[in-house]
Nanobody
Framework: VQLQASGGGLVQPGGSLTLSCAAS????????TAWFRQAPGKGREFVAR????????IYADSVKGRFTISKDNSDNTISLRMNSMRPEDSAVYYC????????????????????WGQGTQVTVSS
C-alpha cells in the first residue's frame, strides 16, 4: 500500500492551501483517512479524519472552522482544504489510512492508522 501526500508549499498568514492524499495498492476496506502534522521538535498531532461509511468528519480544535477534509469521488483522493492559515500551522503533514477494524474508537491516535504517506511540508510565513 502506498500513500502519496501532495500540495504542500509556502503560504502567507491568512492564506489557503489544499493538500491531497492518494492511496494505491490496497484492495480491502478502508475505514478512514486522517491527516496528522508534525512540527520541528514536536510529536505527530492529529488534524482531521474522514470516515468512509458515513462520510463523517472530525477535527482538532486548533483547526476547526478553518480546515475541511473531504473525499473527491472522481479520483478517490482525500483532500484537506486549509483556510485562514497561521504560522503555527507550519509542519510536515502526513496522511494515514485505517484498513483494519479496531476494538476501541481512537481516531485521533497515531497508532489507529495502518499505513502512512511520506509527508508534505507546509510553511506559513510572510
Amino acid at each position: 500500500v502506498q500513500l502519496q501526500a501532495s500540495g504542500g508549499g509556502l503560504v502567507q498568514p491568512g492564506g489557503s492551501l489544499t493538500l491531497s492524499c492518494a492511496a494505491s495498492g490496497h484492495t480491502g476496506s478502508t475505514y478512514g483517512t486522517a491527516w496528522f502534522r508534525q512540527a520541528p521538535g514536536k510529536g505527530r498531532e492529529f488534524v482531521a479524519r474522514f470516515t468512509y461509511h458515513d462520510s463523517s468528519t472530525i477535527y482538532a480544535d486548533s483547526v476547526k472552522g478553518r480546515f475541511t477534509i473531504s473525499k473527491d469521488n472522481s479520483d478517490n483522493t482525500i483532500s484537506l482544504r486549509m483556510n485562514s492559515m497561521r504560522p503555527e500551522d507550519s509542519a510536515v503533514y502526513y496522511c494515514g489510512i485505517q484498513t483494519r477494524k479496531r476494538g476501541a474508537y481512537e481516531p485521533k491516535e497515531f497508532h489507529y492508522y495502518d499505513y502512512w504517506g511520506q509527508g508534505t511540508q507546509v510553511t506559513v510565513s510572510s
